[in-house]
């Protein structure tokens, strides 16, 4: 598709021919995920986490429409259903019930090593600048679709957290109040609250997958990018995608569902908090309510505003929470530098590396209880974050000198050294040791 | 899969190949996919079994029921795994109807005492489920069609069972199926 030595589909049996003049489906996934899409040959394993996002996509829609076979979105027979029925009754069920609610967790953790690549590699620049805001746009769809999972148990924090992130609508001027009222169908979170929600958890991961698909259309126009940021140049650059890159998805999906495994059977609800074991109760809100882990640096941000300035201090927070995410939309304009990846800015790569160890702390922050020190740490790290992408990056992308880059990807790779490629038992020998330290 | 044309690209630089033309990598691609194969199959057996009945639906397996308000000639419509049961206490001349029918005769041959417990022939105890598409047939309620046969007439297709609640009539192919049941008291039957 993308590049002129990409190999065109050619059906092998008549009958693929037949197939292939009326329906090529077999020709879009071999363009897409097949011998037909070529990809720098020098990606490292962080490129693996985009495959791995859809593959816990997967994972949640299956097991989320068989949960859905026994759950009742009850506000008597939620809480139930789930703790009694589905864990207890239902063949299995508990199994399938903590690998979806780990899977969600698991989604954001690899969405996150994701988007962290992207913001490191410079992912969001031309001609990439529509894979990243539909990336964007995947992202808030994720967070919608996890909170109102979040839910559906009807948990004290289900409960709670559904009062509270409605709640952030009612921050509006004017029409913040009725807006809140309308969303959950009620003055607090009830029966239609819960109905819709559950409506809307179970159409939303299917408007994620047609999003991953338009994400994954607009990235092969001008095809991956790579760990030095060089543009494809010829054909040594690349490889086709199968069989190099489906067998080394193929072997990162299986480390990653390792671990997966591992939290989901050995420690399932260590990502969750145990107040969601108690039911709902409209009339006592639990002593330290937080969201879920993913959320926690959006929550320190909306508790970094604690003095009213001009608008009211809940506005503030709610408007800086929405904007912090908003403004990755505008990411592509703001670090106007041409080179890509951080690897070859030395100073751009110091300030990612701060910028992660921000979002630690307002990770922190978020899920800790509130304490005078904390509140003074989550407002300097909020502050940060927003000086990070606002003036930062917009300054040392206009200032920074890069190191030299590459001629090609192929140059990178091979450094010129026909030994280093070749593989074990082959080598030819070189300085001595590296030769033989392989061979052994 | 591994097939020496498809990684022909790779194959000159990737080790040994045996006297039977295959090489390492065929051997390890091949114990690779089938690995994930494996894994796959297994971790499908969830999503299959949690269609099964649950435990809650397993633990309404029995059901016992009071029949001492049952007189002769009367029935009632008892629910055991959510279906109806027909528990009917038999007058003498409906038993003797039924033991007068020749078994050669029968659809699906049954005596009544094969189908009661010795000595208490005159309770009948069937599934309400008729054994051509599962309607309940009419006949255990007062004052209902009996049809031809004096035992139950199913209103959808038309199967008439007799008074041992064996099919004579109709598109049903098995009589009234009789579920496992014993005699907890001289006036409870415990069914499953």
Request: glycine letters at 10%; charged letters at 15%.
């Amino acid at each position: 598709m993308s590049f002129s030595w990409a190999k065109p589909y050619e059906p092998k049996t008549a009958l693929g021919r037949w197939f292939d003049e009326r329906l090529p489906l077999p020709r879009l996934a071999y363009g897409a995920v097949g011998g037909g899409y070529p990809v720098p040959r020098n990606l490292n394993y962080f490129w693996n986490f985009g495959v791995a996002a859809g593959l816990f996509l997967t994972i949640q829609i299956i097991t989320g429409i068989v949960l859905a076979m026994h759950y009742f979105a009850s506000t008597d027979g939620a809480f139930n259903s789930v703790n009694q029925l589905i864990m207890r009754d239902v063949n299995a069920g508990w199994l399938l019930r903590y690998a979806h609610m780990n899977g969600a967790s698991f989604f954001f953790i690899v969405v996150y090593v994701h988007i962290f690549r992207g913001l490191y590699y410079g992912s969001y620049k031309a001609p990439r600048e529509l894979v990243w805001m539909l990336g964007l746009v995947i992202y808030l769809l994720m967070m919608a679709t996890a909170f109102m999972g979040y839910v559906l148990p009807w948990g004290q924090m289900s409960y709670w957290g559904a009062q509270v992130i409605t709640g952030f609508f009612s921050a509006f001027p004017l029409i913040g109040e009725p807006l809140r009222v309308w969303l959950l169908g009620g003055y607090a979170p009830d029966q239609a609250a819960l109905t819709r929600f559950f409506s809307l958890h179970y159409l939303l991961p299917f408007v994620i997958a047609a999003v991953v698909i338009l994400h994954i259309w607009a990235l092969h126009i001008p095809g991956s990018g790579n760990p030095t940021g060089v543009d494809v140049k010829d054909e040594r650059d690349t490889l086709p995608f199968h069989p190099f890159y489906t067998a080394k998805d193929g072997w990162f999906s299986g480390v990653i569902l390792l671990v997966y495994a591992l939290v989901t059977f050995f420690a399932p609800n260590y990502l969750g908090h145990p107040d969601n074991y108690i039911p709902a109760n409209p009339l006592a809100t639990p002593a330290h309510i937080v969201p879920e882990w993913y959320f926690w640096p959006f929550y320190a941000i909306l508790r970094s505003f604690t003095v009213d300035f001009i608008l009211p201090a809940k506005l503030w927070g709610v408007l800086a929470m929405f904007s912090s995410i908003l403004l990755l939309f505008f990411l592509p304009w703001l670090d106007k530098s041409p080179v890509r990846s951080g690897s070859y800015r030395p100073v751009f790569k110091r300030f990612f590396w701060l910028l992660v160890v921000d979002v630690i702390i307002l990770g922190y922050v978020g899920g800790a209880p509130i304490s005078p020190f904390r509140t003074a740490l989550g407002q300097a790290a909020a502050a940060y974050y927003f000086l990070h992408f606002l003036v930062i990056l917009p300054i040392v992308s206009a200032l920074e000198t890069p190191l030299p880059l590459p001629s090609s990807i192929s140059e990178s790779v091979l450094h010129g050294e026909v030994a280093e490629a070749a593989p074990v038992g082959q080598t030819k020998r070189r300085g001595g040791s590296i030769a033989t330290a392989s061979a052994e | 899969m591994a097939t020496k044309a498809q990684s022909a690209e790779v194959s000159s630089t990737t080790g040994t190949e045996g006297s039977d033309g295959y090489r390492r990598r065929d051997f390890l691609n091949v114990a690779a996919v089938s690995f994930a194969g494996v894994g796959t199959v297994a971790a499908i057996a969830p999503l299959l079994v949690q269609m099964a009945p649950s435990a809650d639906v397993l633990a309404l397996a029995t059901t016992e029921v009071d029949i001492s308000k049952i007189q002769p000639g009367q029935g009632i419509k008892a629910q055991w795994r959510k279906q109806p049961i027909f528990i009917r206490n038999l007058t003498p001349k409906e038993i003797a109807e039924a033991n007068a029918v020749p078994l050669s005769s029968l659809r699906d041959p049954q005596s009544l005492a094969e189908r009661t417990k010795p000595g208490k022939q005159n309770w009948l105890i069937t599934l309400g489920v008729c054994t051509h598409l599962g309607c309940v047939p009419l006949g255990i309620g007062e004052g209902e069609n009996r049809g031809p046969y004096g035992g139950y007439f199913c209103p959808c297709h038309g199967s008439a069972y007799d008074t041992a609640a064996r099919i004579r009539q109709g598109p049903a192919p098995l009589n009234l199926q009789v579920p496992e049941y014993k005699f907890t008291g001289p006036t409870t039957v415990q069914i499953g």
